[in-house]
C-alpha cells in the first residue's frame, strides 16, 4: 500500500494544516478533509464544511495525512531516505508513549505507526520482530484498517525469506479476522490469492487458481485482480514464455489500481520481459525500454526489497548492453 508524504515546510508557508486526501482504489480521490477515525469497515471523516461522510475501507488504497504525530513524521521522513534504524527508533518511542492510549488529536496515528513499523521490519526482512508487532496490534489496534495490511505484510515477509510454510500458515490470523468482522470480498479475495501465492501448486495449476480469483475480483476489485494478473505474469515468465507475461505486465502498468509490492513486481516483470528479447534479438530500443521499467522499480518502489536487487542488477545490464553513452 504507498503512503504519500507532506513536507513539514509545507506548513510554515500555508499556515493552518493541509487537508487529507483519500485515495480510492477506482481511481478517485476523497480530497480536502479531515480524517477521525479508521476501521476496518470504514473510514470517517469531515469536509471542509465540517460535514461528516464515510467511505468503505475496502475502497480505500492510501490516505496521504496533511499532519501526523511529530515523530510519526519524522519516521516516515527518515524511512524516504533509507534511514530504516533511525525510522524505527522514532516509531518504537512514540508506541511506548501510546502503548496504554489512543492518541486524542489523531486517533489513527497508534494503528498507523504500528504499519509503518511493520514496512521497516519488511524491508529489513526482520521476521521475529514483524511477529512480535502483529501479535501487539491484534490486542491494542483489532478493529484497525491497518492490521489486515499488517497481517498480510507479515506473510509476504515469510515467504519472500523463503518460508513459504510459515507463510501460508500465518494466514491463519487474517481468516480469523475476516471471519469475525465479516470483512467482505475485498480481503476475502486477498486471502484466497494469499493461499494459491503460498500454497503447493505451482505452473499451470497455480495459474488456473490466480485466473479464477482474477475473474472474481473484476472491476469491483482492482488491487486484488491485479495482484492475481501479476502472479499469472510470473508464471509464465518462469516458463520462459516472454509474450504471455509481457502482455499482462505491460497491462497492469497501464491500469496501475494497485499496492507498491504488485507495482514493482509489474514493473520488474516487464522489464525482464524487455531485457530477454532485447538482449536476444541485440534490440537497444527494447533494452533502453526494459532499463526504465527496472529504474522505476529502484526509484519509485525501492522499499519492494524482493523486487529491488534483481532491478538494479539487470538495469545495470541493460545500461552495458545498450553501450552506456546512450542509455
Known sequence: ???????????????????????????????SVSVKAETLKEVEYRDDKNKAG??????????????KPQAVDQADASIAQDQFVEAEARLFTFLEEVSDRVP????????YAMYRLATVYGVMGDVERLGTLTGEMLSLEPDSRYLPLVLSKRAE????????????????????????NS??????????????????????????????????????????????????????????????????FAAVVADPKADDRT????????????FRRGER???????QKGLMAYMRVVVLYKNEVAYLPESLFFAG??????????A
Not at 54 to 67: D, G, P, W
Not at 263 to 274: D, E, I, K, P, V
Request: proline letters at 2%.
Open 1 to 31: 500500500m504507498r503512503i504519500l508524504l507532506t513536507p513539514l515546510a509545507a506548513f510554515a508557508v500555508c499556515g493552518p494544516a493541509l487537508a487529507d486526501d483519500i485515495y480510492l482504489t477506482d481511481g478517485k480521490t476523497i480530497s
Open 54 to 67: 464515510s467511505v468503505s475501507s475496502s475502497k480505500v488504497l492510501s490516505i496521504a495525512y496533511s499532519e
Open 104 to 111: 486524542s488529536k489523531h486517533p489513527w496515528s497508534r494503528a
Open 157 to 180: 515477509v515469510l515467504f519472500d525469506s523463503g518460508e513459504k510454510g510459515k507463510a501460508l500458515s500465518s494466514l491463519s490470523d487474517l481468516e480469523k479476522l475476516i471471519e469475525k
Open 183 to 248: 470483512l467482505g470480498e475485498q480481503w476475502q479475495l486477498e486471502l484466497d490469492l494469499g493461499k494459491v501465492i503460498y500454497g503447493s501448486s505451482t505452473g499451470a495449476a497455480q495459474r488456473k487458481g490466480l485466473e479464477a480469483l482474477s475473474a472474481r475480483a473484476g472491476v469491483g476489485y482492482p488491487v486484488a485482480r491485479n495482484r492475481a494478473e501479476v502472479m499469472i505474469g510470473a508464471s509464465w515468465l518462469t516458463e520462459a514464455k516472454l509474450h504471455e507475461a509481457e502482455k499482462i
Open 263 to 274: 507495482l514493482a513486481a509489474a514493473y520488474s516483470g516487464l522489464g525482464q520481459c524487455l
Open 281 to 287: 534479438d541485440g534490440d537497444a530500443d527494447l533494452l
Open 317 to 326: 545490464r541493460c545500461y552495458q548492453l545498450i553501450g552506456g553513452d546512450t
